[in-house]
């Protein structure tokens, strides 16, 4: 069970109409930045990736495009319909696995993987929940492998545009409001990773995260 304090679980309405709710609110430069985003990422053909609540599968299918058709591909979500469009999306690689499992509890994968991506998710669990999660990830992956955080910057909320608080305080959950003020490298290297990169986007509001497992 998710923490009364977060959103990320959605359902009915909004998982239905995912892709097209997030093209919408963007004014459609969705699409756009995702293609930046996956071309920013290490992924080379070959890669093995681990997409932690994977959505859609609309993430999926840019890394698969890199990574190519033989790729090990185990994307983990909790929401059926989501997996099953992200199943529909990515029928090219039949090699791709969407699997019903919650990123908090202790995962099967050891040492298998060379990059985990984790989009809009990290921010919505409670500090106890993003410890497991982020030990699932240093344990998935191999030795140098990336892990890729896409999701709220760290910022001053208080002297944002009025637009964003607006957006954090009354459209999200009060998790990403503590999120925007988390140090996430700090976090990280808790859990043995470093080396960062970043990239950051809409105004320095969304980043893109880079973290090696060392
Ligand atoms: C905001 S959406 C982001 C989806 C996708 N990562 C993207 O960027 O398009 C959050 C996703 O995380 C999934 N999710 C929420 N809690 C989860 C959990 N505990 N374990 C696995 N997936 C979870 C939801 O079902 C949903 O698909």
């Not at 050891?110 to 990290?122: G, Q, Y």
């Not at 009354?170 to 996430?184: I, T, W």
């Amino acid at each position: 069970m998710g923490s009364p304090r977060s959103k990320v679980e959605i359902k009915g309405f909004e998982a239905k109409f995912y892709d097209q709710l997030l093209d919408i609110l963007t004014l459609g430069q969705y699409p756009r930045l995702l293609k930046k985003v996956f071309s920013l990422m290490d992924i080379k053909e070959g890669s093995s990736i681990l997409d932690l609540g994977s959505g859609t599968g609309r993430n999926a299918c840019y890394m698969l495009k890199r990574a190519g058709n033989d790729a090990h591909f185990v994307g983990l979500d909790i929401n059926e319909d989501m997996i099953k469009k992200a199943r529909r999306k990515c029928r090219d690689y039949p090699k791709a696995e969407f699997i019903n499992m919650r990123i908090e509890e202790p995962l099967p994968f050891e040492d298998e993987f060379d990059i985990a991506f984790i989009s809009f998710v990290l921010h919505g669990f409670e500090d106890y929940d993003k410890d497991k999660i982020v030990a699932n990830v240093q344990k998935a992956l191999k030795s140098g492998g990336k892990f890729y955080i896409f999701d709220y910057n760290e910022f001053d909320l208080d002297k944002s545009p009025f637009y964003v608080k607006f957006f954090i305080r009354k459209l999200e959950c009060p998790l990403a409001e503590e999120f925007v003020n988390l140090n996430l490298k700090d976090f990280l290297m808790r859990f043995g990773f470093d080396n960062f990169k970043e990239w950051t986007f809409a105004g320095k509001v969304i980043r893109l995260l880079e973290a090696e497992k060392v």
